[in-house]
């Protein structure tokens, strides 16, 4: 399967620390997204990078991909209250047939103590 | 900004019977995805289109069918409705025209109850 698959499966975390998720996925990838989903609701996109890239920073959001470990890390620094959500990455193959679907993996729920 | 707006929000529907879900996506955008969300799991990719035509397959049931009409908005038609059937439905857009970011953005999905 080139499900990706995250850890930890949950994270608790006071507020203002540091939160780190991980994602490793099995095969070759044209990039890895990373989406937050509040309980029920609809997924928004975090951040996207590419399989060329090493690093990417969003506001407090930085995302690493290492191709040759097939694994990505999403940290989101200075954490908030509002952070509290579920994070899944999800991996784009692209094998040249367009409009492929996204494979994502299981998601890691991230509670923000305040 | 114009976002992906899906309908109906919730449906509930019996056993054995048909639903039909619609999808809007962000203007200009000529890409349309669904998915399919069970409680507690993760989102599952059904199919897509482009331009009117299916682009790629997931893990749709053969009791399901879409399609993309020339307005690009699509609809996910769902018969003999089982109780696994029960989940949250999302679609996403994306634009292939503008560079195909591959950025896939979410409508905020239809709760389809099955009882």
């Known amino acids: 399967s080139q499900q990706g698959e995250e850890d930890p499966q949950a994270l608790s975390i006071q507020e203002g620390e540091n939160a780190t998720m991980n994602c490793s996925y099995k095969?070759?990838?044209?990039?890895l997204q990373w989406y937050r989903q509040n309980s029920g609701r609809g997924l928004v996109h975090l951040i996207l990078i590419r399989s060329n890239e090493r690093e990417k920073h969003s506001g407090r959001l930085r995302v690493t991909l290492d191709t040759s470990k097939k694994s990505s890390s999403l940290l989101i620094t200075a954490s908030r209250a509002a952070d509290t959500a579920s994070y899944f990455c999800?991996?784009?193959?692209?094998?040249?047939?367009?409009?492929?679907?996204?494979?994502f993996g299981k998601g890691t729920h991230l509670i923000i103590q305040p | 900004a114009a976002g992906v707006i899906q309908s109906p929000r919730h449906l509930i529907k019996e056993k054995r019977e048909t639903a039909t879900l619609k999808c809007y996506p962000i203007?200009?955008?000529?890409?349309v995805y669904w998915y399919q969300q069970g409680p507690g799991q993760d989102p599952q990719f059904l199919i897509s289109f482009y331009e009117k035509m299916q682009s790629d397959k997931g893990s749709i049931p053969d009791r399901f069918s879409a399609q993309q009409f020339s307005d690009y908005h699509s609809e996910l038609n769902m018969s003999s409705l089982e109780l696994g059937d029960s989940a949250l439905y999302f679609c996403?857009?994306?634009?292939?025209?503008?560079?195909?970011?591959?950025?896939?953005?979410f409508g905020p999905g239809t709760r389809l109850t099955v009882t």
């Open positions: 095969t070759s990838i044209n990039n």
């Open positions: 996403a857009s994306s634009s292939k025209a503008s560079g195909y970011s591959y950025e896939q953005y």
């Open positions: 203007p200009r955008h000529d890409t």
């Open positions: 999800a991996i784009a193959m692209y094998s040249g047939g367009g409009a492929d679907g996204l494979t």
